[in-house]
């Protein structure tokens, strides 16, 4: 391969178009790669569960009997209760869209320095940005492409600029920002640590007395976390009921060999890939970053031993497989400058190339959209990418999106105007149509294009969100609530307290002893383990379960065979109350 003769360098673009570049882009990545979502329900979003202790933080009064709340103490992190404090004084949806949009600035900006940081003045910083918005096959699952802000997402974000010290060589700055990371997510910051260590630790040139302060100070920095977690009860409880709830709950991001064979098999796909670019160049720092990359491999090595052959629950609590996401980000950058290199090539294959590759790379995302995937739940439910506002107001955020996109190339034709001068128009224009193809089927066509998910869920989900609205306006604050296991998301709209739903076993893995309580519920509700399913709700089933755990209201599908006056009923749904209406004799045997 022959590229471009790039010796005549102008200086370094000015950091007036690289912060333009970076806000454009990460306008692009939060609203159309991602979009933003806020209190969706029926889709098995993990805001069913976080925006209930937001709540429950900001308002004490609220789910004063709540199987969820109770435990909260579990979800070791200071990011919901602050969030909680903040929504006193601003509206909690205003707040979380700009914690959003925050959190992928970040996350974009450290992005753009790490790969500028590995491979400098070759401009690859832009081509990583782009490659951020594919969702790569990741075993851990892909929780960094969020709708909405997490304290997972959060801590994501600010552990790439640690990432971007390290690189550096200032380990002081990313000892105390990974310390600081601990009070957010444990897990994240552990990760990273661990990687850091273990490419220092294998590499004597870097061995020095000199850095005992790091552990010292990540310490100090994560001490408040530190207390709470160490702080909380301890909780015994059978290991092998744990581990099977676990499994059977949360196969997908805990035990490796439940992964799905599709996902192994795009993942190493990838790794093929990242060997392939090899040849188009590597990074100073390769060493560095393949001791990291081993390092990620031999905790998600432990992760399997001690999930899939001896069980260890503070391993499984640990969630080792889910470190996964730090290959695919390492893997990004050389993936990144290989595509640089296609790009400056003389031979216009090598250049077409690099088309090709970013439509490889889209083509599941894309796909997705056609072909929606199911959730790995026991009943039907699929995987939905349209969020509320490409919903409500179509054409303008297509409009929107594409004059994004539009300043974007526009942006990135200055910044090659001013890193290496107008001498070459054929590289430039190749450039420059590279990023607007990008671009598209990275951030628009996810962004306008309708997921296929049947139109029976869709007037399902419309359904449950005019019940939830009709329960947090016509019932008292205090009431309890039954609803089917099926239906995630009661609490986000109706703030009213809820025995439980399938969702609700996500905290589960924080707690032993509840998790066990959960698949209690469960069982009660009706699932079958062989079946992994549950049957349909029967009044015997109904009025066990109200008696037992002493609700109020049930919220019933009408396909049950339920009787009782509904207090409100729509198409789908009805809400009746659990005393002597429907429950005469209270029954406390179950059925």
Not at 81 to 103: K, N, Q, T
């Amino acid at each position: 391969m022959r590229p471009f003769n790039l010796s005549i360098q102008r200086p370094q673009a000015e950091p007036w178009l690289v912060a333009i570049f970076l806000i454009l882009m990460t306008l692009l990545v939060a609203f159309g790669a991602q979009g933003f979502e806020h209190g969706s329900v029926n889709n098995f979003s993990d805001q069913s569960i976080q925006l209930p202790i937001i709540y429950s933080y900001a308002d004490p009064a609220l789910f004063t009997d709540d199987f969820l709340i109770a435990a909260r103490d579990s979800y070791v992190t200071f990011f919901y209760p602050a969030i909680g404090f903040g929504s006193r004084f601003v509206s909690l949806e205003l707040l979380m869209l700009g914690l959003y949009v925050a959190s992928v600035g970040i996350t974009v900006g450290a992005i753009y320095a790490l790969a500028e940081t590995l491979f400098p003045r070759r401009y690859v910083g832009m081509v990583a940005v782009l490659l951020w918005m594919a969702f790569l096959p990741n075993i851990g699952g892909d929780f960094i492409h969020s709708p909405f802000v997490t304290h997972s997402t959060f801590a994501i974000a600010l552990a790439l600029w640690a990432l971007v010290m390290i690189f550096r060589g200032q380990y002081t700055g990313a000892a105390v920002l990974l310390g600081l990371i601990t009070n957010i997510n444990a897990m994240t910051s552990f990760f990273v640590t661990f990687m850091w260590a273990f490419a220092v630790v294998t590499n004597p040139r870097e061995w020095s007395w000199r850095l005992v302060r790091i552990p010292i100070i990540m310490f100090i920095a994560a001490l408040p976390v530190l207390w709470w977690r160490f702080s909380l009860p301890l909780v015994e409880a059978s290991l092998d009921t744990f581990v099977n709830i676990v499994r059977m709950r949360l196969w997908y991001a805990v035990f490796p060999f439940s992964i799905s064979t599709i996902l192994w098999i795009g993942f190493f796909g990838l790794v093929l890939l990242w060997l392939y670019s090899f040849r188009y160049g590597k990074p100073q720092q390769h060493n560095k970053v393949l001791r990291m990359i081993l390092g990620i491999s031999i905790l998600c090595t432990i992760g399997t031993v001690f999930s899939e052959v001896i069980p260890v629950e503070f391993i499984i609590e640990l969630q080792l497989i889910r470190s996964g996401w730090l290959i695919n980000l390492l893997i990004t950058f050389y993936i990144a400058n290989m595509i640089r290199e296609l790009l400056v090539s003389r031979r216009p294959r090598e250049a077409f190339s690099a088309f090709l590759l970013v439509a490889l790379l889209a083509a599941p995302r894309i796909a997705i959209e056609f072909l929606p995937m199911t959730h790995p739940t026991p009943y039907q439910l699929y995987v939905d990418f349209d969020t509320s506002w490409a919903r409500e107001y179509g054409v303008m955020y297509g409009a929107a999106l594409v004059l994004l996109i539009v300043l974007s190339v526009w942006v990135v034709w200055q910044l090659i105007q001013h890193k290496i001068g107008p001498t070459q128009p054929v590289f430039t224009r190749r450039v420059v149509a590279w990023f607007g193809f990008s671009a598209v089927i990275f951030a628009l066509l996810p962004g306008l294009l309708e997921t296929e998910v049947p139109s029976d869920q869709m007037a399902q989900t419309s359904a449950w969100e005019e019940t939830l609205i009709w329960v947090e306006n016509n019932t008292p604050k205090d009431a309890r609530f039954m609803a089917p296991p099926t239906m995630d998301g009661f609490r986000t709209i109706a703030q009213r307290s809820h025995i439980g739903d399938w969702k609700d076993g996500t905290v589960g893995i924080f707690n032993n002893g509840w998790a066990i309580e959960w698949y209690d519920l469960m069982l009660d509700m009706g699932f079958d383990e062989d079946r992994f399913a549950f049957e349909t709700m029967t009044p015997d089933r109904l009025c066990y379960v109200a008696s037992k755990y002493e609700t109020d209201y049930a919220v019933v599908d009408l396909s049950w065979d339920i009787t009782g006056e509904p207090v409100y009923q729509n198409d789908q749904f009805a809400v009746v109350e659990t005393d002597a209406t429907t429950c005469p004799e209270r029954m406390v045997k179950q059925p």
